[in-house]
């Protein structure tokens, strides 16, 4: 019938593809999710986000290299109404996983794109050509995760019937009895615009170019049925990511400033992530530190990158800044006014007024307006101020700094001693005399 009447086992014409259906975001868990049916095979597809750390490790006997992009195959007993035990990958899903893997890493961004991206194709019902469905629903999928992939993948199984008298019908998007009896299994996926992946299984001896030039044309233009239905589901992908997906943030910082956001033993890079409950990450690039945030509380990614270039920034004499209390002497109190920075607020510079004591001026947590009046040269310490924020009281004269006052005498206008030496520290008897 095939051949003589143009006719297939299910009534289709040799060059027509099963009815349509799909949908996105059918779960509302994942990061992204496609729901994808053609005929009586279906895929959902899944999509995770993940940080530079979820990367897949690829070994070979020779090479190891990691992935930032993989694809698992699911293909379940029940998709095709057995009844038999779930055991690990097989020939099977591992074949077709990876086709359909190859076929969409080409439209995954690359370079700055910080996520890793993971896709699970559970076939839920399988009667031929399962691993094209994966494309479709996959493709679909990663635009709901709003991947950012310029293009729609899809995907078709081509078929074929030979005699031998030399008739042949090509066929499109092949049943599974098609696939198990006929003579060809040629998957063929791609874009609007070219061939992403191409996988043939042929029984006979070889195809000669004019059935091979019909078989590719007749895939184009099934292949771009399928890629119009899907453009209708969802034309472009989404502009952000689910709201409960990871966020991030990247900040580039100079190399000499590494160390102090991992901090000794990791100290401060592990607290920050368990304050904020963020992923961060950091690479050495080109004498740069690159610093990736991740999380999907979005406050929680702000609160850590404003402590990272808090931690990074360098203090200038001068500046005001919004402080916290985080310890509180006789003398005065201790302020950290940056990230990881703190500087003494001495009791003489909190207000003009006189203080006696600090009881009840200040408590841990609070938050007051300092400026970085000073920084030791030697031991890098900072002095701050909060009275220098507030106008003086009129009539009180500027109490002048150490080096400029001048009541106390320079060692030539020191008093003689009695031998005509000059009265030194070192003269403890005499320090009083005159």
Not at 390 to 409: A, K, L, N, T, V
Request: charged share 30%.
């Amino acid at each position: 019938m095939m051949l003589d009447e143009r006719i297939r086992l299910d009534g289709r014409q040799l060059n027509e593809v099963r009815q349509l259906a799909m949908e996105i975001d059918p779960l509302p868990t994942p990061h992204g999710s496609a729901l994808f049916t053609r005929g009586e095979t279906q895929s959902l597809s899944t999509v995770t986000l993940g940080t530079p750390l979820d990367e897949l490790l690829v070994e070979t006997a020779a090479s190891s290299s990691y992935s930032k992009f993989y694809l698992h195959y699911n293909f379940p007993p029940f998709s095709t109404g057995e009844t038999r035990p779930m055991r690990g990958p097989g020939r099977r899903e591992i074949g077709h996983g990876n086709l359909a893997m190859r076929s969409l890493k080409q439209m995954i961004p690359t370079g700055d794109y910080p996520y890793t991206i993971r896709i699970i194709s559970d076939i839920l019902e399988s009667n031929g050509s399962s691993s094209m469905a994966t494309v479709c629903a996959g493709s679909l999928a990663l635009m709901d995760a709003g991947v950012p992939v310029p293009k729609h993948v899809g995907g078709i199984a081509m078929g074929l019937i030979t005699r031998e008298d030399g008739k042949y019908a090509i066929l499109s998007d092949i049943l599974g009895d098609e696939d198990h009896l006929g003579d060809m299994d040629f998957k063929v996926t791609g874009t609007r615009d070219g061939i992403c992946g191409v996988q043939m299984d042929i029984k006979v001896d070889g195809l000669s170019m004019d059935v091979m030039r019909e078989a590719l044309m007749q895939a184009k233009a099934g292949r771009l049925h399928i890629l119009d239905a899907m453009y209708n589901c969802i034309e472009k992908a989404h502009d952000d990511v689910k709201p409960h997906a990871p966020r991030m943030v990247k900040i580039i910082i100079d190399k000499e400033f590494i160390g102090a956001v991992i901090g000794p033993g990791g100290k401060v890079i592990q607290e920050l992530q368990k304050e904020t409950g963020t992923t961060i990450n950091i690479e050495e690039v080109n004498d740069k530190g690159e610093v990736s945030i991740f999380s999907n509380d979005k406050e929680g990614v702000n609160k850590a990158l404003e402590t990272i270039k808090g931690i990074i920034a360098v203090p200038e004499v001068g500046t005001i800044y919004e402080g916290t209390v985080k310890g509180v002497k006789e003398f005065g109190a201790f302020v950290e006014f940056l990230p990881k920075k703190e500087g003494l607020l001495h009791i003489s510079e909190i207000s003009w007024k006189r203080l006696e004591t600090m009881d009840g001026v200040f408590n841990d947590g609070d938050k007051v307006q300092v400026k970085l009046i000073a920084v030791d040269p030697k031991t890098g310490k900072y002095k701050l101020s909060h009275k220098a924020l507030e106008p003086r009281p009129e009539g009180m004269p500027e109490r002048p700094e150490r080096s400029e006052r001048s009541d106390r005498p320079e060692r030539r206008d020191r008093p003689e001693r009695r031998d005509g030496g000059f009265r030194g520290n070192g003269d403890r008897n005499n320090r009083h005399n005159g």
